[in-house]
């Protein structure tokens, strides 16, 4: 990032998605996220990303062939440093398993508002993977909740990292340091059996912790 703002790439066959999205993020983020390249061509994604040098590129799964899918592992074989978020307006979640396997850190519906973007884009840019929460839960396919026996600020915490806050806002709404919340989020950790944050936000979904919102799950 440059002076703290996102550089996006922006692989679309949908012109109007793609400016009205430029727009809207300009106005909506403060400036703080905007689209330095884009193409309508799959094929092409990898060379525009590398051309634009972008910090993360959203690509469309729906796409002409090569396709979204195809386009995203080109992008990570040629610019293995830019991460990858895929789009796209079908419930099916077929593409988006596909997208993961291909290399995307995340996926996002495209009916997603533009003010409810940038937390994802920053999450992923932090190391995060992004799922929406019913998505999560399908692909978990149906279980049995676990019993998960947490205090309230174990919930809250959990909640947090569920919803895709970073450090900084959790700690601010925990009133807490930063320090405190990575120490906080390791016991968390430990205490759910888990390794690492995907695990425990799939654990929160299947735990009925998540609400039908977009969350977020890091490594």
Same mark, same amino acid.
């Given at each position: 990032?440059?002076?703290?703002?996102?550089?996006?790439?922006?692989?679309?066959?949908?012109? @109007?998605?793609?400016?009205?999205?430029?727009?809207?993020?300009?106005?909506?983020?403060?400036?703080?996220?905007?689209? *330095?390249?884009?193409?309508?061509?799959? !094929?092409?994604?990898?060379?525009?990303?590398? %051309?634009?040098?972008?910090?993360? !590129? $959203?690509?469309?799964?729906?796409?002409?062939?090569?396709?979204?899918?195809?386009? =995203?592992?080109? =992008?990570?074989?040629?610019?293995?440093?830019? %991460?990858?978020?895929?789009?796209?307006?079908?419930?099916?979640?077929?593409?988006?398993?596909?997208?993961?396997?291909?290399?995307?850190?995340?996926?996002?519906?495209?009916?997603?508002?533009?003010?409810? $973007?940038?937390?994802?884009?920053?999450?992923?840019?932090?190391?995060?993977?992004? @799922?929406?929460?019913? $998505?999560?839960?399908?692909?978990?396919?149906?279980?049995?909740?676990?019993? *998960?026996?947490?205090?309230?600020?174990? %919930?809250?915490?959990?909640?947090?990292?569920?919803?895709?806050?970073?450090?900084?806002? =959790?700690?601010?709404? $925990?009133?807490?340091?930063?320090?405190?919340?990575?120490?906080?989020?390791?016991?968390?950790?430990?205490?759910?059996?888990?390794?690492? %944050?995907?695990?425990? !936000?799939?654990?929160?979904?299947?735990?009925?912790?998540?609400?039908?919102?977009?969350?977020? !799950?890091?490594?």
């Amino acid at each position: 990032m440059t002076n703290g703002t996102v550089r996006l790439a922006v692989v679309d066959d949908h012109p @109007l998605f793609v400016r009205g999205l430029a727009l809207l993020l300009a106005s909506t983020t403060d400036g703080r996220a905007e689209v *330095v390249g884009s193409t309508c061509d799959a !094929a092409g994604a990898a060379a525009l990303v590398s %051309r634009c040098v972008p910090d993360l !590129a $959203l690509v469309d799964l729906h796409m002409p062939p090569p396709g979204g899918a195809r386009a =995203i592992a080109a =992008i990570r074989r040629t610019s293995p440093r830019v %991460r990858v978020l895929a789009m796209s307006g079908s419930t099916d979640p077929a593409p988006a398993v596909e997208a993961l396997r291909c290399g995307a850190e995340g996926y996002l519906p495209k009916s997603s508002e533009p003010e409810e $973007l940038l937390p994802p884009l920053l999450a992923v840019l932090d190391g995060w993977a992004v @799922l929406p929460g019913p $998505l999560l839960r399908q692909l978990l396919g149906p279980t049995r909740r676990p019993e *998960v026996h947490l205090d309230e600020e174990e %919930r809250r915490l959990l909640r947090a990292v569920a919803a895709g806050l970073g450090t900084v806002e =959790i700690a601010e709404r $925990l009133h807490t340091s930063e320090r405190t919340v990575k120490r906080m989020t390791a016991a968390l950790l430990r205490k759910l059996r888990v390794t690492n %944050r995907v695990e425990a !936000a799939a654990l929160a979904g299947r735990a009925g912790l998540l609400d039908e919102e977009t969350h977020l !799950a890091g490594r």
